[in-house]
Nanobody, 120 residues
C-alpha cells in the first residue's frame, strides 16, 4: 500500500522544539517533492514548507521562517521545528507529488497527520 506516515508530534512548551518525520511506505520518495502542511481547528489548511526531489527547498511560510527547517534523506522527510509558539498548534500533514507547485493537490499522496500542541 502506498502511504505516507507522519510521526514526532506531541505536547511541548512554548520555546521548545520538535522534529516531525514523514516516512514513505510502498514507494520511494526519489522522484517526489514533499510538502508539509498544517491545519488548526477552525482554520484553513496552511502550507508550511516544501522540498524538491533534488533536496532544494522552495518554500517556507512567513510564519515559520527562521524557526523551521525541512530536510530529507532516502525515504523520509523531516521538519525540524524550533522556538515553537502556541500559534504553531495544529495537525501537521505531509504530502508527496512530482512538483512543489502541485503537492497541495488532492491527487497528491497524503498522510494522515500528527498533532502538535504548544502550550504557553
Amino acid at each position: 500500500e502506498v502511504q505516507l506516515v507522519e510521526s514526532g508530534g506531541g505536547l511541548v512548551q512554548a520555546g521548545g522544539s520538535l522534529r516531525l518525520s514523514c516516512a514513505a511506505s510502498g514507494f520511494t520518495l526519489d522522484d517526489y517533492a514533499i510538502g508539509w502542511f498544517r491545519q488548526a481547528p477552525g482554520k484553513e489548511r496552511e502550507g508550511v514548507s516544501c522540498i524538491r526531489n533534488d533536496g532544494t527547498i522552495t518554500f517556507y511560510a512567513d510564519s515559520v521562517k527562521g524557526r523551521f527547517t525541512i530536510s530529507r534523506d532516502y525515504n523520509t522527510v523531516y521538519l525540524q521545528m524550533n522556538s515553537l509558539k502556541p500559534e504553531d498548534t495544529a495537525v501537521y500533514i505531509c504530502a508527496a507529488d512530482v512538483l512543489c507547485s502541485t503537492v497541495s493537490d488532492r491527487r497528491a499522496i497524503w498522510g494522515r497527520g500528527t498533532q502538535v500542541t504548544v502550550s504557553s
